[in-house]
């Protein structure tokens, strides 16, 4: 992702991975406020890495680069990671508005935002109703946001997990994982008893 900043000498536009500025050589890494913000942009992640959604938010709040790109696509990762994990069950309504929000900024961020859900999703750790599903995708495909149905395809996942439940899913990918395939009978009868009722519960999910 291109994320770019105004160096904080000449004010031209500049990529952050560059070293300085190709309009005035200016590092701008380390000198101004360019580099007060990049320093921030490092301090969110480290708090994203280490799982500190509300700690991020509030230092996003009483900064002024909040309204920053840079800066409000840690901020919307933060509320993803609250709207997904802080109440175990995704809120369809709060996770979509988190996606409009970042998709009125340029597409790199949009594009790198459902990158982002998708290595967030399935998690053992979450629920997803039917009926959430089912506004999330219809949101996603009305706004063509999920070009390659990744996410929609992670969003389908979980709702099975919820479905399904936590056990029944840990068997089927426990027996449908080719490298735990054993050619027996009993092993064969209870993978296709899973997979049938996978596929069962797929079809009746489709939209």
Do not use: W
Request: aromatic share 12%; glycine share 2%.
């Amino acid at each position: 992702m291109k994320e770019k900043l105004n160096c904080s000498t000449c004010n031209a536009i500049v990529e952050i991975t560059m070293l300085k500025c190709d309009y005035c050589g200016n590092n701008f890494r380390v000198n101004g406020k360019s580099a007060a913000l990049l320093k921030l942009k490092d301090v969110l992640e480290e708090m994203l890495i280490n799982f500190e959604p509300k700690e991020v938010i509030s230092c996003i709040n009483s900064s002024v680069y909040k309204e920053h790109p840079i800066i409000k696509f840690r901020l919307s990762k933060a509320e993803m990671l609250i709207c997904l994990f802080d109440s175990q069950n995704i809120d369809s309504q709060k996770f979509c508005d988190i996606i409009n929000r970042i998709s009125q900024d340029t597409f790199d961020y949009k594009a790198e935002f459902i990158n982002y859900i998708s290595l967030l999703l399935p998690s053992l750790h979450i629920s997803l109703y039917p009926e959430d599903y089912a506004n999330i995708l219809a949101f996603l495909r009305n706004r063509n946001l999920d070009h390659d149905s990744n996410l929609s395809n992670k969003l389908t996942e979980q709702v099975l997990i919820s479905e399904l439940g936590v056990k029944f899913m840990k068997e089927y990918l426990f027996y449908t994982n080719e490298k735990n395939y054993i050619n027996n009978l009993d092993f064969l009868k209870k993978k296709e008893y899973l997979e049938k009722r996978y596929n069962l519960k797929l079809t009746n999910l489709k939209f």
